[in-house]
């Protein structure tokens, strides 16, 4: 190395990444890779449609949220929207809608989606998903499709601020990597069908740059997304794996048809917020 020089270094690891260090790396990650995000991924999604993960099951297939019928005069929050394909989705069924991001890139993708939809435009605002800036029982719906769950660092502090926001009755989805995914190898091919770590392994997955954070994700095994539920004082109603279907060819990171037939890649979960507290 030439004198002066700066050594450049990347790594990822397994390791432990508190909430400040998550916000900061994330924030940054999809403000960066947001346009390419939707460029790579805009026609899977659609510009307002609910995709629930990586197998293509959208909200008309599994109607996770009810019947779309009753949706009209519903005030609903999407956290974690990203682009608010699926406040999109629920607006043009008449419901009052909200999209947050953590991400400002992510946002302006959502802008430019809008600049070319024609139906009703939901709301957008950016926050971070465990400080919520709403009033309580401020929704009657609180969802997310892959948005936020995955990426904070206290996701018990999610499930309490979700359920703050909820009204009485109210109903929290959300869809996110199946926990199994972290015991395998995140590749689409046959190497990604042999185990080679813990599922127990609740350390996030980080990638950094000089030790800088500049991705975090975060783990929880089943056991403990469930608990986190229940101990934020809402009911589980369900928890849907949905398989992959045959007409879906697509590859989407790790996942693809050939895992999708072995292992499920999302898990989605439906609670309640009882009359009480």
Do not use: K
């Amino acid at each position: 190395m030439d004198e002066g020089q700066v050594e450049y270094t990347e790594a990822v690891t397994r390791r432990e990444s508190g909430q400040d260090e998550t916000i900061s790396a994330n924030r940054g990650w999809w403000d960066q890779e947001a346009a390419d995000y939707l460029e790579e991924h805009g026609t899977f999604l659609g510009d307002a449609d609910l995709i629930w993960g990586p197998e293509g099951w959208s909200e008309d297939d599994l109607h996770v949220l009810g019947d779309p019928t009753d949706l009209a005069g519903r005030t609903i929050l999407e956290f974690g929207g990203g682009g608010a394909q699926g406040a999109r989705w629920c607006a043009t069924r008449g419901a009052r809608v909200i999209s947050t991001d953590l991400s400002a890139g992510m946002l302006a993708t959502a802008r430019l989606i809008e600049a070319r939809s024609s139906g009703p435009p939901p709301l957008l605002a950016q926050a971070d998903a465990t400080r919520l800036p709403f009033a309580d029982d401020s929704f009657d719906i609180v969802f997310s499709a892959y948005g936020a769950t995955p990426f904070v660092a206290d996701s018990a502090a999610l499930m309490a601020e979700l359920a703050r926001v909820l009204r009485p009755g109210g109903l929290l989805a959300f869809s996110t990597s199946h926990p199994i995914r972290w015991a395998f190898p995140d590749l689409p091919g046959p190497e990604g069908l042999t185990a080679n770590g813990s599922y127990f392994d609740e350390r996030p997955y980080v990638e950094a740059t000089w030790d800088i954070a500049s991705y975090v994700e975060h783990h929880r095994t089943m056991g403990h997304r469930i608990a986190e539920i229940i101990d934020a004082g809402l009911v589980l109603r369900a928890v849907h794996e949905p398989e992959w279907p045959l007409d879906n060819t697509e590859v989407w990171g790790g996942w693809s048809p050939l895992r999708g037939q072995h292992l499920p890649g999302t898990a989605i979960f439906v609670a309640s917020r009882g009359h009480t507290r």
